[in-house]
């Protein structure tokens, strides 16, 4: 592990609460438990081409129209 990362996350925990240090170590002992969940990409190569250019132009176009914008009184 790298040093310096491991030095500044000792320094961010002195300056934490206990209750902060406590939360801290809990999702750093999940984080050691999990795996990695997934598929390797060259397991999906057989998918390639399958979508019709035609269907994601249609969907290239919904995503620049609906999903670029940001509504900023969403939440």
């Not at 934490?16 to 999702?27: A, D, G, H, I």
């Not at 060259?42 to 914008?69: H, N, T, Y």
């Amino acid at each position: 592990m790298n040093s310096s990362i491991l030095d500044e996350v000792i320094e961010q925990l002195r300056r934490m609460p206990k209750n902060s240090q406590k939360r801290v170590l809990e999702f750093a002992k999940s984080l050691n438990h999990s795996t990695v969940q997934g598929v390797p990409g060259s397991q999906l190569l057989r998918f390639a081409g399958v979508i019709a250019p035609d269907d994601i132009a249609l969907m290239r176009k919904a995503i620049e129209q609906d999903c670029e914008q940001v509504d900023m009184n969403e939440w």
